[in-house]
């Protein structure tokens, strides 16, 4: 394998015959680890508090916490929201925030464009979460696949605390 970097600094990856045959192989290995439960999937929640018994904040940006629960053992962890109570940009900031935690998908009730955005080009996949639902509950329907995938947000895009 051999790696090139441009003069504006894009890599390009050049392979040979065995490591093509090796890519799909690898592959195979990561999603077999995955389905065995191998590879742990990372879940992060909007919440109004710490734990799994809370209820899913309606908001994604202003929530008081983020829960991040591994789905196959339940166990989690909490952050609280140091973003809530700021003037602007608070739903990049938290986008930010739970892409760095590494997880996988979100599940929230509402979303503007801005922070939908900056979790999709995180790699972030975005759920509804089911109305009136605790942290618990969300995360067993995610498991069940009985959540809806977002590709669009569900806020206008708010400006100076006002919703447009």
């Known amino acids: 394998m051999r790696s090139n970097c441009n003069k504006y600094g894009s890599a390009s990856l050049s392979l040979n015959e065995s490591e093509c045959l090796f890519l799909p192989f690898s592959l195979f290995l990561f999603f077999a680890a995955l389905s065995k439960g191998a590879v742990a999937m990372k879940v992060c929640v909007s919440a109004t508090d710490g734990n799994l018994d809370a209820d899913v904040d309606s908001r994604f940006g202003r929530c008081r916490y983020f829960v991040v ?40 009730s509402n979303i503007g464009p801005n922070a939908l955005q900056a979790l999709l080009a995180a790699g972030v996949k975005v759920f509804a979460s089911p109305s009136g639902a605790t942290v618990r509950e969300a995360v067993e329907r995610f498991k069940r696949g009985e959540l809806s995938e977002l590709k669009a947000p569900t806020q206008k895009q708010q400006r100076g605390g006002m919703w447009e």
Do not use: P
Not at 80 to 108: C, H, K, P, T, W
């Open 69 to 108: 629960v591994d789905v196959e053992t339940m166990e989690y962890e909490a952050f609280r929201n140091e973003y809530a109570e700021g003037m602007g940009g608070v739903g990049i900031r938290a986008a930010q925030f739970v892409a760095e935690r590494g997880v996988d998908a979100l599940i929230s």
